[in-house]
């Protein structure tokens, strides 16, 4: 259906999975991966990354500021990888990889990213729980422990990565 300027998706009409949500338009703010059903117009743009992400070691995003990179990598490649994860826990019994979306630079990236691997690989794995690996301040070791304890891929995305130096110049 088209909408009209000032209709609202919640109308009587509305499916009822969408009544939590108010309108579709999130406005200059970023798309979520709660708003991935209203997020359109860049399916494939989304597709190549998420397969990129998949096939190769590093995968560049970029572009100027405000084109909408943020919204494709959490509504557009996020949540369909999420959900393809989701779907091989149910179907197989584990997925092959964990997806962590990380974006929060401004205290110890390091101690914050390793927190978002270890809740990513809970979430991917369906676990109430998962052991907490031995402190160490190199970013390899974490991903080396977490991909061989559990046996999968970790599919990590560095969103809005130069704030990276704005909080931290003098690393």
Excluded: C, M
């Excluded at 609202?8 to 009822?16: D, T």
């Excluded at 703010?29 to 998420?50: L, N, Q």
């Excluded at 995003?61 to 909408?68: D, N, R």
């Amino acid at each position: 259906g088209v909408l009209q300027a000032g209709q609202n998706v919640n109308s009587e009409v509305a499916p009822k999975s969408r009544s939590h949500v108010k309108s579709p338009y999130v406005g200059l703010v970023p798309f979520s991966e709660k708003h991935a059903e209203f997020f359109y117009g860049r399916k494939e743009v989304s597709k190549i990354i998420a397969a990129n992400l998949r096939a190769a070691r590093l995968t560049l995003v970029y572009g100027p500021s405000g084109v909408g990179k943020s919204s494709v990598l959490r509504a557009g490649v996020v949540s369909p990888l999420r959900k393809i994860a989701s779907h091989a826990l149910e179907t197989r019994g584990a997925p092959d990889f964990a997806v962590v979306y990380f974006y929060l630079w401004a205290s110890d990236p390091l101690e914050d990213l390793s927190q978002a691997i270890r809740e990513a690989v809970q979430t991917s794995l369906g676990l109430a729980t998962v052991d907490s690996i031995p402190a160490t301040r190199s970013l390899v070791e974490i991903i080396k422990t977490w991909t061989e304890r559990y046996g999968i891929e970790l599919l990590i995305i560095l969103d809005q990565f130069e704030e990276y130096f704005l909080y931290h110049e003098d690393e």
